[in-house]
């Protein structure tokens, strides 16, 4: 199991989802009612780049750093309290930035730092690396979770140098945006998440090998999925087909292999809203995997693409529907979150929330496939997020609670 985790460590990731639901929630108001107070594009940047960096990444570089505590040495240890204490930094600072100037200066300063803490955190997770087995923490998937997500930076560099330049086409702006979706989701996130799973599972999945190999060969010319609009040649286009299908493939090898070393935890409430949750991941990531292969088809892809409201219950699906719900799951198993009365409760909030919003958000998508208006959708989402956002306090909340519980537990030993 994983090393016994300082309350902090738990409060500040629950912390960071519940500004990410609070922008999310301030972005649906913005929609469905006046609020001139922000600017849209500056709170949606704020937004996403703060889920990613502030929560997403926060947990990750965390939940391995606690892999890897049993290993590390004193003065290891602080270098990477170190770096995850400048990840959050740097994140807060961005979201900050981006409300008040957009894609100015000081937020592209912070991009620059928040990649100088990705290089630094990932030379020093291959130094150390050697030093603890694969059941703690599976090298191959974490280390190249880590490399990938470096790779996603060159996507708001890009960008970042293109707007200080002031010159930036829409294929550019576009691209850029779906390289660093693509590396962040199917790269740093995916590997990641399934580095931090197979460590819960503490058990080896048969096949493991064979089937990273197929995710990391696949991984890059799967960005050009993101592209088809651009008109590919022949010879990319099949490569694109033949990474979409290797990736449902692979990802159906691993759900059957798991299948095999399956039931690895006790009964128990936090074992259960674990599985719980584990399970509407791995459901939401196998119908990523399925859509992902229907978007090879070109047809499909131009009229994906091309639809904000489809392309943004996509990207909800993975973001809430597989890693946020993923990380509920882990903590739950791990024991991160204690299994008392208001975390479960809150639990079965957050995931209402996530249900509700991608069910309309769906409802949403494919009215814009036949151009049908769907009277108070926007409010309706609002509503949602507001469930959303009241999930994310009372987790939040309830990690003091587990403090307590912790405390008395350790009283009774």
């Avoid at 469905?32 to 997403?56: M, V």
């Avoid at 040495?73 to 170190?82: A, D, H, M, N, V």
């Avoid at 979201?95 to 937020?107: E, L, N, P, S, T």
Wanted: with cysteine; charged share 10%; hydrophobic share 60%.
């Amino acid at each position: 199991m994983a090393a016994e985790v300082p309350g902090p460590g738990i409060k500040l990731a629950l912390l960071s989802l519940l500004i990410v639901a609070l922008l999310g929630t301030l972005l649906r108001y913005k929609i469905a009612f006046y609020f001139p107070l922000l600017e849209q594009k500056h709170l949606l940047f704020a937004h996403y780049h703060f889920a990613f960096l502030g929560w997403l990444s926060h947990a990750f570089y965390t939940g391995f750093y606690y892999r890897m505590v049993p290993f590390l040495t004193l003065q290891k240890q602080k270098i990477y309290r170190l770096f995850i204490t400048l990840n959050l930094f740097t994140a807060f600072g961005m979201m900050c930035a981006f409300i008040i100037q957009g894609y100015g200066v000081w937020a592209i300063v912070f991009i620059l730092l928040s990649v100088g803490v990705a290089i630094g955190y990932t030379v020093c997770f291959f130094t150390d690396a050697r030093r603890w087995p694969d059941i703690a923490l599976p090298k191959w998937w974490a280390g190249t979770a880590l490399l990938l997500n470096i790779i996603s930076a060159a996507g708001p560099l890009v960008l970042s140098w293109c707007i200080l330049k002031r010159d930036i086409s829409q294929e550019l702006y576009l691209g850029s945006v779906y390289y660093y979706l693509h590396f962040q989701y199917n790269g740093w996130f995916f590997f990641g998440a399934m580095a931090l799973g197979l460590a819960a599972l503490q058990k080896p999945v048969p096949h493991q090998k064979a089937i990273y190999r197929i995710m990391v060969i696949t991984v890059v010319p799967a960005f050009l999925l993101s592209l088809l609009w651009a008109k590919l040649p022949d010879g990319l286009y099949a490569l694109v087909v033949l990474a979409a299908v290797m990736q449902l493939a692979g990802w159906i090898w691993f759900l059957t292999s798991i299948c095999k070393v399956a039931k690895p935890w006790k009964v128990g409430a936090g074992n259960t809203m674990g599985r719980i949750f584990f399970y509407v991941a791995l459901l939401c990531l196998t119908i990523k995997f399925v859509l992902q292969a229907i978007s090879a088809i070109p047809s499909l892809s131009h009229l994906v693409f091309g639809l904000r409201p489809v392309v943004i219950a996509y990207l909800h699906l993975i973001f809430l529907g597989v890693y946020t719900t993923f990380f509920m799951g882990y903590y739950f198993i791990t024991g991160l979150l204690k299994d008392v009365r208001l975390s479960v409760r809150a639990a079965w909030v957050f995931l209402a929330g996530v249900a509700l919003n991608e069910l309309l958000l769906a409802i949403q998508g494919f009215a814009a496939l036949g151009n049908v208006f769907i009277p108070f959708i926007n409010e309706m989402l609002f509503g949602v997020a507001c469930v959303l956002l009241a999930g994310a306090v009372l987790l939040f909340v309830s990690t003091f609670k587990s403090s307590k519980k912790q405390a008395a537990e350790k009283t009774e030993s």
